[in-house]
């Protein structure tokens, strides 16, 4: 830990809030202070823009501002820094903050499943990869590449089906529940889905398999979503009769059959505000956010569905203290913790990011 920063834990929380209060004030137009949905609420006070990550690399993209501070993940930072000029720089005011599914793909897996594919059939002419935002630059690249696309939880379908229409098979990843639970929405019959396991020959595959499916599923997960299970829907129904099962695409198949409604973030929180007063909700998807609906939609009673807790810990990362001292660098004039994706990469990855922003 920098020496900054621990003095600044060694100072009472409400006079780290006063100077990140006015340190934003002093800024001003300087910086943008971007909070996805998951970050605690001390944090995400402080957001110019919250949002899901196709909300905020729409944000980045349309920026002009100096500095960007991305109150999210690593992979999020790496996105708006590929969708904003030379000139703006990208901080994630903790670095470590990364995503447990991102990290189950990388650019070398990918690639040698490609050649492995390569040996059953001609991918760059019959698969379209695609993947989730949630993954590193390398795999968006590789996407730009392969004339393949990035998606998110709020597109998946659009995006799915534009690939459809450029190859008759898809290579989705890192997470196989988003790409299972939109394909099973358009109606897609789970016989026409294969599974590739990294480090398995053609990924725990037949070449026949390979050759027949249309959906070829990275075997990746989140693992904060992974733990809402079905059984937990049946309690919350038994318990809370007319209440509403809202679930996020990262949730398993089995979760999302059960829920009454699968959405985004964005699509969660939309539903949550259209409803009526009175109106009852269990939701699976990351504590931060659940825990800020409750607030404010003190009319509806909402609950989280798992028993147990399921909050992002790398998103909870982000704390006051770290927010202060990216805004300190900034004042200094030498913002620190900046994310920076080379050229090499950044070129073709922000072609597949553009070809999603195109879809619109
Ligand atoms: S909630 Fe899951 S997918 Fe989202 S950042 Fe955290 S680990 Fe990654």
Redesign the pocket.
């Known amino acids: 830990m920098s020496d900054n920063l621990e003095t600044l834990y060694q100072q009472p929380e409400e006079a780290v809030i006063a100077r990140i209060r006015a340190l934003r004030d002093e800024l001003g137009e300087r910086v943008l202070i971007l909070g996805h949905h ?1 970050q605690r609420e001390e944090v995400f006070a402080f957001a110019d823009v919250s949002g899901d990550s196709l909300k905020l690399a729409q944000q980045a993209a349309a920026t002009d501002v100096p500095h960007i501070i991305f109150c999210g ?1 690593h992979f999020m930072a790496e996105t708006a820094d590929i969708l904003t000029g030379d000139h703006q720089s990208v901080i994630l005011p903790d670095p470590a903050a990364g ?4 990290d189950m793909a990388d650019g070398a897996q990918v690639t040698d499943c490609w050649a492995q594919l390569a040996g059953v059939l001609n991918p760059d002419a019959e698969v379209t990869p695609v993947t989730y935002i ?1 993954s590193t630059a390398e795999l968006k690249a590789f996407c730009g590449d392969h004339g393949g696309i990035v998606c998110t939880s709020g597109n998946a379908e659009r995006v799915v089906r534009w690939a459809w229409g450029e190859r008759g098979k898809i290579l989705f990843f890192p997470d196989r529940h988003l790409g299972e639970n939109t394909a099973l929405a358009m109606g897609i019959a789970p016989a026409e889905m294969v599974l590739w396991q990294p480090g398995k020959p053609l990924g725990g595959n037949t070449a026949e398999q390979l050759k027949a499916a249309r959906l070829i599923l990275w075997d990746g997960f ?4 992974q733990l809402f299970q079905p059984e937990h829907a049946d309690t919350m129904r038994q318990q809370h009769p007319g209440i509403e099962v809202l679930a996020h695409p ?1 949730c398993s198949r089995a979760v999302c059959e059960v829920a009454d409604f699968v959405g985004s973030t964005e699509m969660i929180i939309r539903h949550v505000d259209e409803a009526p007063a009175g109106s009852k909700f269990a939701i699976a998807t ?1 504590l931060n956010l659940v825990n800020r609906l409750r607030l404010t939609h003190p009319d509806k009673p909402i609950w989280f569905l798992s028993p147990m807790v399921c909050m ?1 810990s ?2 909870f990362r982000t704390d006051p203290q770290h927010l202060l001292a990216a805004l300190e660098a900034i004042a200094a004039g030498e913002p620190g913790n900046r994310i920076i994706v080379p050229k090499a990469v950044a070129e073709p990855a922000r072609r597949a990011l553009q070809r999603m922003l195109d879809l619109g």
Do not use: P
């Open positions: 998951y993940v995503c447990s599914m991102a949630n989140c693992s904060v979503h990262e990351d992002c790398t998103m």
